[in-house]
């Protein structure tokens, strides 16, 4: 169990915790969420014993392990295997015991080692990490590249393979998803509700955390405050809280009058098509949390582009890609006209970015035709550009550049609603977290009032408070809109069409984000072959082999059926098991031998639940392979 108890803490002038308490039970998975500044990650350091309490205490397991994410990664010569191993380090050190024995040619010594690694399933290991990887976007090519032979981006992959590599106690994981893509994304969500130990996971995305935590450690006024359930859940409950109190109401009232509005207007224009109607449903639910954020620090608007044209821009039958003859996407047509909204879905590789900055007009049609209206704006955002900011200025002088006719006082007004108020507008960029310089860059971009907006993974590094202003600005944006993001969110809300980057082509998906889901599962799955040509032709075999059909079906549909049951009851326990084991009085010495057998019966639970849950994802899926076939 992790306890905090009345801990205080101090980083130089600023108080980060006061009394805080908080209890962590083994097995619980906690999203820990509060502004940028309010101790998330000093709360990490402690854990880790790499601060110290001011005053109180935090205890932890001696005999735990913990595991974390490494921010650095060393450049070295390991391959992508072998250093994902390293994250288990105690098969890491019986290895270098086993070739010293080995060297020795100590037989004993090494029948020994022999033991302690089967012990440990040392066998299976470069399996384990080569599921990691797979797992994560690295092909079984990349498994034997060195270290430096990766970018940053997919450094910070191999860095998390490691931590997960780690059989664990406790994992602490720092905004793990971000340099994932939904893929990769959907893949860690299961590996995580899977895993076996403590989780605390700080994280920005809200569909993460609700699809992984059980629990919500929310920092605020100096207080840690621990939420039974998912992030959508806390999000309700404080929004209960909040609205109690009448000077947080009033403003609430003022932002869901806003948001109603733009869903009443939307539902107006909305057809019946799938992402249309999911993206209504995410907007209403936004009334809903809206009390939660009434305290934001960030509010702005998108400022009319300065000119608007139809078509916007228009791509003929356009390819592109990095070497000539060897495009990555062919035959693309797309036509941008004022009020369009796009998402771009599709597998790591594939070419997403690529598109983007072919509309940006960062890469030149390899063939066809790319043609802008005129005098129209672009605004391009993409996380390289956070690099591109110049160290020595201010975020006042990066706004005054862009309109030397402004006065400070409107920029200094308008880079408040970005969160950079009083002397922080004034202050050198250099020294800025990744968080705060991806404001900037979104500042500079809205400056320029542009009229066709590309936005590639815009929430990295933002909290959940500048995500829902961005996600707020982004509903009345006239201009338009195509965005790349992991921020499941984020694409529900704002766009109203979604397009498939894969296998060189770029064409509009027909179905919303759980449709992409199931995409992604049965894309690897081999194609079904063609019924012969005399069954088709024949009607009464036809009717014979459906109703043949039919039989097979309803095994798999018992299936179905009996596994959802099983779910349900077996949730039910768990939950009624996980309220007793909530119990304080359980962990005292009296009641040792009791909450080791509660223990044990959730571990068994969670056991028999995955098992059930497989079953019933296999049978689904063989199920719906079966009706698509049928049709």
């Not at 869903?263 to 009334?287: C, D, G, P, W």
């Not at 320029?448 to 944006?477: C, G, I, S, W, Y």
């Not at 498939?500 to 194609?527: C, I």
């Amino acid at each position: 169990m992790i306890k905090f108890n009345q801990v205080s803490l101090r980083r130089g002038t600023q108080l980060l915790f006061e009394s805080a308490n908080l209890i962590v039970h083994p097995g619980q998975r906690v999203g820990l969420t509060g502004a940028n500044g309010t101790g998330k990650s000093s709360l990490f350091a402690m854990l880790r014993q790499q601060l110290h309490a001011d005053t109180g205490e935090v205890s932890i397991p001696d005999v735990w392990t913990i595991a974390h994410v490494a921010q650095e990664t060393p450049a070295v010569d390991t391959s992508a295997l072998d250093y994902v191993l390293e994250g288990d380090a105690e098969l890491t050190e019986l290895n270098q015991q086993l070739a010293g024995a080995e060297a020795n040619h100590d037989g004993h010594l090494v029948s020994v080692l022999h033991d302690k690694l089967a012990a440990i399933d040392a066998y299976t290991a470069n399996s384990r990490a080569g599921k990691l990887l797979h797992g994560l976007g690295f092909t079984a090519e990349q498994e034997s590249w060195p270290v430096t032979a990766f970018s940053g981006g997919w450094r910070m992959r191999l860095n998390l393979a490691q931590a997960l590599m780690c059989r664990s106690d406790l994992l602490l994981l720092d905004e793990p998803t971000n340099h994932l893509d939904l893929e990769a994304v959907y893949w860690l969500e299961e590996w995580l509700r899977a895993y076996p130990g403590t989780l605390i996971v700080i994280s920005h995305d809200r569909d993460f955390l609700d699809r992984v935590v059980t629990h919500i450690a929310h920092i605020e006024q100096q207080r840690v405050k621990l939420y039974t359930g998912s992030y959508s859940d806390f999000e309700l409950a404080r929004a209960e809280h909040l609205a109690n109190q009448q000077a947080a109401h009033q403003k609430q009232q003022r932002e869901i009058a806003h948001m109603r509005s733009f869903v009443t207007r939307f539902k107006a224009k909305a057809t019946k098509a799938r992402q249309a109607q999911s993206r209504i449903k995410a907007l209403e639910r936004m009334e809903l949390i809206a009390p939660a954020h009434v305290d934001s620090p960030f509010h702005f608007d998108f400022f009319p582009p300065s000119r608007l044209a139809t078509p916007l821009l228009d791509l003929d039958k356009a390819s592109v890609g990095y070497y000539e003859n060897k495009p990555l996407i062919s035959n693309i047509k797309m036509r941008l006209a004022p009020g369009d909204r796009i998402g771009l879905l599709g597998p790591n590789g594939a070419g997403k970015s690529t598109l983007i900055k072919l509309i940006a007009g960062v890469l030149e049609p390899l063939s066809g035709k790319r043609k802008e209206g005129k005098e129209i704006r672009i605004g391009y955002f993409a996380q390289h550009q956070l690099e591109q900011l110049r160290p020595d200025d201010s975020p006042l002088k990066h706004i005054q550049r862009l309109n030397k006719l402004a006065s400070e006082q409107e920029c200094r007004n308008f880079l408040g609603g970005f969160g950079f108020h009083g002397d922080k507008a004034l202050e050198p960029v250099a020294p800025f977290s990744g968080g705060e310089k991806a404001r900037l860059v979104l500042a500079i971009l809205v400056y320029q009032k542009p009229a066709v907006l590309l936005l590639d993974e815009p929430t990295n590094h933002l909290d959940l408070e500048m995500r829902l202003a961005l996600t707020v600005a982004l509903q009345d944006f006239e201009g338009a809109l195509v965005v790349v993001s992991h921020d499941r969110h984020l694409l529900r809300t704002v766009t109203d069409d979604l397009w498939l980057v894969s296998n060189g082509q770029a064409t509009v998906f027909d179905g919303d984000l759980d449709d992409y889901r199931q995409w992604l599962l049965n894309k690897d799955k081999p194609e079904k072959t063609a019924e012969s040509s005399s069954a088709v032709n024949n009607k009464k075999q036809d009717r014979q082999l459906a109703a043949q059909q039919r039989q097979k079906l309803q095994p798999l549909r018992n299936t179905v059926k009996k596994a959802e049951q099983k779910m349900e009851k077996l949730n039910e326990a768990l939950s009624s098991l996980e309220m007793q084991l909530a119990d304080t009085a359980l962990y005292t010495d009296a009641n040792k031998d009791k909450l080791k057998d509660l223990l044990q019966q959730q571990a068994d639970l969670k056991t028999q639940l995955e098992e059930t849950e497989m079953q019933w994802f296999d049978a689904s899926e063989q199920l719906e392979a079966a009706q698509a076939a049928e049709e």
